[in-house]
Structures are given as C-alpha cells and as structure tokens.
C-alpha cells in the first residue's frame, strides 16, 4: 500500500469519496477557492501553452474569482523535487506549489512517496464527460491507476501519416501493413529507438503481435519474456530488410520522418498528435493532399494531466482549475489548432448539444481525424517492457547514427 499522508484540517476534508460529495461540497470548495492564487507548476518552453494557461487564469478570475499564476518549468520533475524537499523539511502545509502539469513517472513517484492530495479528481463536477471508456488512459496513468489523485485534461494518440495521391487506401491494421510494407520495399521506415516516437511504434507493433497484450500492463518476467515478445521479433524481422534504406539507417526523430514523408521518401510517417498533418500543411512543408488514419483496432495513447500536491497552499482553488480544464469551453478552445491542438479527454456523446456543437465547429485542418473517428487509445505498457524491448531492439537492429 502506498504512503499517504492524512492532514486533519479542512482542506483534507475536501478529499471526500467521490459518493460522498455532493452540490454543497463543491458549493464549499467553490466559495472557499474565491481569492486564491492557484500556482501552477507547468513547462513554460511552448508560447502557445502559455497563452493557453493564461487564458485559463482569465477564465478562472471571471467565473470564480480564482486566480492562476504560471509558474514556467524547465522541467516537471523540478516541482516534484520542491514538493519533496518541502515534506522532508517538515512542511505539511503551506506548500509552494498548488497544481503541477504532470504525468508518467513524475506521477508514480510522487504517489508512491504520499506526495499528492487526493483522491480528488473523479468528485469534480466536470468528471461524469470524461471518457473513461474510451479513452482508458484518462485513468491509468502508464499503467498505474490515477485513483482520482491526478485530472486528464489533454490526449495523445498515435496516428499514421500518408499522401493519398499515392497511397489511396492505407493498411488499417498491422498485419495489413506488414504485408503493404513488404510489397513496397523502401518506402516505410520509423525513428531510431530510443527515441519516444520510435519507440512507440514498437509498443505499436507489441500491441499488434503479443497473444496477450495485456500482460504487458504489469512488470516484465524475466523467466517469461522471450516468448512472450517471439511474435514481436518475427514482424519485425518479417519487414525490416524492406524499409527504408533496408534498415541500414533509420531517421533520427519525428521532425526526420516526417522530411522523409515531405520528400516523398516514403508514403507512410506517424506522430503522436493527430494535428500534426495538418498544421505541417497549413505552414507549407506537406503537400495538401497528406491526409491521417489509425488501426481499426486502435493506437497507442496517453493523456496528460493534472496533480495537487499534499501539502497545497491552495487546495481549493487548485480543485476549481481542474475542474475548468475539463469544462467543454476551455476543452474545445484547447483542441482549436491555432490555440494548442490537443485531443480532448472528454466524451462527445455525452455533451449537450450546445456543448458538442463547439467541436463539430472547429476548423481542425484537412488532414486531421475528428476525434470521435481516432478509435480506441491502448494504454502504455509498464516501462519495464520498453527498457529491456529497446535494449533488445539496439542489440538486434540498430544502427550508429
């Protein structure tokens, strides 16, 4: 069982099972956030996720009379080491930092060492238009359960890149793309693990082989490993001497193969968000016939999130945030490609119509997939599997750059 602390106060009261909140709680919550200067830790290196977040503060102060101050990071794990020098100094309360844009192995060590407030999320409000089933990830942060100590408000999901001009109907599966692939020797390639990107078409192809992808959700066993990843290694030798430069050389990142794909140096690129086509499009650097899809049985997603620290100076008003961030306004002003891009965690169908009208009527770019049409987003496999996976992959496959 993890260590958590427990503060007998009245913010620690805010923390009530999600069954047992009602109206009036938040009604409580709401009333004592007014007058708060929420501190958000977030990376500060993306002008427009720093608009993003100001427009949040103006909405917050509007609607609430809460207000946000950006804190800009270089790095996440510089507000979990300040969270943790504060506990290790004896400060339970009155922390520095209300709210950290968070996720992955951040959040497991700041759950794992009692360093979040919580559970919180799932008595927001705005939590019932979550899609919790459809987008698993809003809830299982890199295979650990969230437990309501952390909120989603953006989602990644991995979609494949192609020229209909020449490639009319793309492989929607990944045996249907092995087989395009060996019959198309040099025109698919992926980036170079460990590259996140090249990685997570291996997690891809995991997901496509494995008999059980699922046992990929927990530790890897040593004694079980190589057979359970056979599979895996068959595809892959299947169609590397068909790639790209004959799996010679693989391209470094996603900003080289999506060149490749620009040069038509190959007819498939990926990335992980679904509006990258588009907005390579819009700035001149793809052709306006590039459009997207993903496998019929869906692709590797992830969601990114919000998290309290325990010891918050401003509980409260950290709550209100989270809970704005997943009002359909601010959700659809977020996927509005000329604000961030994002994918929503919320679930369309359970919009009002007013609500759901706000998406039908963005502008997402010609190449991008609504995001009712994007398909299942299958959970991140436990680290373990892709530490000792990209090992395997260097040892069998790669190449010095």
């Not at 009604?27 to 500060?44: E, F, L, N, P």
């Not at 504060?86 to 922390?95: D, K, L, P, S």
């Not at 019932?128 to 890199?142: C, E, Q, R, T, Y």
């Not at 959700?217 to 599979?231: I, K, M, R, S």
Request: net charge negative.
């Amino acid at each position: 069982m993890h260590r958590r602390h427990f503060l007998i106060t009245a913010a620690a009261l805010l923390a009530l099972p999600a069954q047992a909140q009602s109206q009036a709680d938040w009604d409580s919550i709401v009333a004592q956030a007014r007058g708060q200067t929420v501190y958000w830790h977030a990376w500060g290196g993306d002008p427009k996720i720093n608009d993003f977040i100001a427009f949040v503060g103006e909405q917050a102060q509007a609607r609430h009379g809460v207000s946000v101050a950006h804190v800009k990071l270089a790095s996440t794990a510089d507000a979990v080491a300040r969270v943790l020098g504060e506990r290790n100094a004896g400060t339970v309360t009155g922390g520095a930092v209300d709210l950290i844009w968070i996720n992955g192995e951040n959040f497991a060590a700041m759950k794992d060492q009692g360093l979040l407030f919580g559970p919180f999320a799932e008595n927001l409000p705005n939590w019932p238009l979550v899609d919790v089933a459809g987008k698993p990830a809003v809830a299982i942060d890199f295979t650990l359960p969230t437990e309501g100590y952390e909120s989603p408000w953006a989602m990644a999901q991995l979609v494949f890149e192609y020229d209909t001009t020449r490639l009319p109907d793309p492989p929607r599966s990944l045996d249907a793309l092995k087989d395009w692939i060996i019959a198309n020797p040099g025109r698919f390639t992926y980036p170079q693990p460990p590259d996140y990107l090249g990685t997570t078409f291996l997690k891809q192809v995991a997901y496509g082989t494995l008999a059980d992808p699922m046992v990929m959700q927990q530790p890897l066993n040593d004694a079980t490993y190589e057979a359970t990843v056979a599979p895996m290694w068959a595809w892959l030798d299947a169609v590397t001497p068909a790639l790209w430069r004959s799996g010679a050389a693989y391209p470094q990142n996603e900003p080289a193969l999506g060149q490749l794909l620009a040069d038509a140096e190959v007819d498939i690129g990926f990335a992980l968000n679904p509006g990258r086509a588009s907005a390579e499009i819009a700035a001149g650097n793809l052709a306006d016939t590039v459009r997207t899809f993903t496998f019929d049985s869906g692709t590797i997603g992830n969601a990114s999130f919000v998290a309290i620290p325990f010891n918050a100076s401003h509980q409260a008003g950290a709550q209100v945030i989270a809970n704005l961030l997943l009002d359909p306004e601010i959700q659809a002003r977020a996927q509005d490609p000329n604000v961030l891009g994002f994918q929503t965690v919320l679930d369309l169908s359970s919009l009002s119509d007013s609500d759901r009208a706000r998406f039908d009527a963005l502008e997402l770019g010609v190449a991008t997939m609504a995001p009712a049409d994007l398909g299942p987003a299958l959970l991140e496999p436990h680290g373990s599997w892709m530490v000792r996976i990209g090992q395997d992959w260097m040892q069998r496959y790669g190449v010095a750059q």
